[in-house]
């Protein structure tokens, strides 16, 4: 008699939480993340293996998406953004390039050192849910639009968007 014992390694990285439930084919590009059933890491960047995947929607660093941008590339659901502790968040300008490129909402997820999700946005866009973290920052704690309690880290100054509503 043969016994075969499969030992399955456990999925290093971390857990890729989407912003909308439930969660589209999710291109991840970049590294220390795990994949899914709906999500798949290319740690590399956009390649024909991503590109075979054919994503709904992609999630990066901003300097990816750019990148990105130029290749006329079109998805149907939404870009994630990556932004790391001691950066700056999105700008208007920032969103605006990426709204041009991919035609898709744009959402921004703020991650530690090893990509733990520490707050991210909802479909509100009235700033970044609090997952965890952010002792002494500025928050704020009115009930968002979406309906959610937890306090939010604001997006910043929305002049330029309030210029155009106005305008």
Known sequence: MIIRIRIRSRASGATFVHPMDPAPRTAVLARGFRGSKQVRVFAQGWD???AR???ASIAAPFDELVRLAKLDLRLEHSVIVFTYEGQPGLSY???E???RAFGVPVFEQRLGPKNELLAMECEAHSGL???HGFSGARLESDVCACGNRSPRLPRGPRVEELVELLA
């Open 93 to 95: 300008d920032d969103r």
């Open 48 to 50: 024909s293996q991503a």
């Open 97 to 99: 390039l990426l709204w």
């Open 129 to 131: 849910h609090v997952v």
């Open 53 to 55: 995947f054919q994503p």
